[in-house]
């Protein structure tokens, strides 16, 4: 009987235990037994696995997070770690390992497959920035907690006759800002792909004022050039681990600007890693489950240093090599759709 590994990196999103689920379940049917490896490449590193069975994954589909844990090890980073890695493999009769994560833990995979070792990588991250897939595993849970967030947000703005200004996820792609602003009927849509001027995004609130609409909505992703808001000097940003900047709060710098230049009452909601958390939507957990089956199908097949990835409707795999150093952003169709619902300003 062969064996299947499998470790979560990155960043934890909602559909990662359905993808574990499918794995297990659809392994033992063509004759796999699944290990887990805890903590993603680190546990791969330490040898820290656990096996799992049709009794561990029972339930767990509707469960956020996962199970396994994350980190965002870099298992090339350090000398002599790849062959700790090798060993654990080994030793554990691992034949084959499926990566789910992000842009750096598939990153990471593409490198340890061109060093011989089988791998199958799934995507996962709520920000839907990784190439060659129409959608990530947690990106429609995401939109669906900001949507909730948003229509929440309206009815106190109205009532106070406030700008409120939500802040999401989004370092270097809008997929979040943008589809869950048009869903939750946002007035003003704030995008990294998108370059705009605070003079542009306050004469379109005034006009939205002028004609009776006495609240605004504006939604925010996180990463978008703090120099867009600030004439002036810009914080100094930490950085975390894998060398990300930590933002320092770009809802909050766009609220007191917004407020400065407008007079007029401005609240900001900062939604942050809830936006990670909690039960996946029937999207997610069908898709999670269809990418877990197709996973096993090409470790069967022997196709690796590929990922499945979704293209219109269908399950399909593209080479880890196609979707390194890339990212998928937000189409200016897309983005154009968006401005001509935004405001209600004619």
Not at 77 to 92: E, M, S, V
Not at 219 to 241: F, K, M, Q, Y
């Amino acid at each position: 009987m062969k064996t299947i590994g499998i470790l979560t990196g990155g960043g934890d999103c909602p559909g990662i235990n359905g993808v574990i689920r499918a794995i297990v379940r659809s392994g033992l049917q063509h004759g796999y037994t699944t290990i887990g490896i805890r903590n993603g490449w680190q546990g791969l590193i330490e040898a820290d696995v656990e096996p799992l069975t049709d009794f561990a994954v029972s339930g767990i589909i509707s469960r956020g997070g996962t199970i396994l844990g994350t980190s965002r090890t870099d298992p090339l980073k350090n000398p002599g770690d790849f062959k700790r890695i090798k060993n654990t493999l080994k030793k554990f009769s691992i034949d084959a390992l499926v990566v789910v994560g992000g842009n750096g833990t598939l990153a990471a995979a593409h490198e340890v497959a061109t060093r011989g070792i089988p791998l199958i990588g799934i995507p996962k991250t709520i920000d839907n920035d990784i190439p060659e897939t129409d959608m990530t595993i947690g990106f429609d849970t995401a939109v669906s907690i900001v949507t909730d967030a948003i229509d929440r947000l309206h009815t106190t703005a109205e009532s106070h006759h406030r700008i409120m200004v939500v802040q999401v996820m989004g370092r270097q792609v809008g997929w979040i800002a943008l589809k869950a602003g048009i869903a939750g009927g946002a007035d003003e849509i704030l995008i990294p792909e998108v370059p705009f001027t605070m003079d542009e995004v306050c004469q379109n609130l005034k006009t939205r004022f002028a004609a009776g609409k006495k609240f605004s909505i504006v939604v925010v992703a996180e990463g978008i050039p703090l120099e867009e808001i600030c004439d002036n000097s810009v914080p100094e940003c930490d950085r975390d681990e894998c060398g990300h900047e930590k933002f320092v709060g770009v809802g909050n710098l766009l609220g007191r600007e917004l407020e400065r230049r407008l007079g007029i009452e401005t609240r900001v909601t900062i939604l942050g890693h809830v936006q990670r958390g909690g039960k996946p939507t029937a999207f997610d957990r069908v898709l999670a489950t269809r990418f877990g089956v197709a996973a096993v199908e090409q470790i069967r097949m022997g196709n690796f240093g590929t990922m499945v990835a979704l293209q219109s409707a269908h399950v399909v795999t593209v080479p880890l090599s196609s979707i390194v150093h890339r990212l998928k952003q937000v189409e200016p169709e897309l983005y154009a759709v968006a401005k001509t619902t935004m405001g209600g300003r004619q």
